[in-house]
């Protein structure tokens, strides 16, 4: 955010630096410490005008583009039911463990994974003893 903020500020100052090339002629380098150049020789003051204004723009751009998301893939992968790491460059075409037969997971994603396998098999429990009953699917029936 830093960055394009900075290059906005960076790209309107060049403009301006070139618009002021071309309309006075004169470049003021650093204000107060160096002589103000007088560009009135040949077309030196237009050249200097548009390459002040064309990096003006390309600043412009640097704050303004739109930048792709790139996917970072996880170094590691772990199994829900072993716990076995796995490198994601050996696995990323199948993500199954070698060992169990379980579903590999990010290390991220991970807790959360077991704790919803850990209530799928309570529930199982629970419907096996009578405790609860299982769900019944919503289903709606299209009717003509």
């Not at 064309?54 to 412009?60: K, N, P, Y």
């Not at 930048?67 to 199954?96: A, Q, T, W």
């Not at 070698?98 to 309570?122: F, H, M, S």
């Amino acid at each position: 955010m830093f960055s394009r903020i900075f290059n906005f500020l960076i790209g309107m100052m060049f403009i301006f630096y070139g618009i002021f090339a071309l309309t006075l002629k004169k470049i003021n380098t650093k204000p107060g410490m160096a002589p103000i150049t007088d560009l009135n020789f040949g077309y030196l003051w237009l050249i200097a005008g548009f390459l002040l204004i064309g990096f003006g723009v390309a600043f412009l751009y640097l704050s303004f583009r739109s930048e792709k998301r790139i996917k970072n893939y996880p170094l590691f992968l772990r199994c829900v039911g072993c716990g076995k790491f796995y490198n994601f460059s050996d696995v990323k075409e199948n993500p199954i463990c070698k060992a169990c037969g379980e579903k590999l997971v990010k290390e991220d994603e991970y807790e959360n994974a077991i704790n919803q396998k850990e209530a799928e098999r309570l529930r199982a429990e629970r419907i096996a003893n009578g405790i609860i009953k299982p769900k019944k699917s919503k289903r709606k029936v299209k009717r003509k």
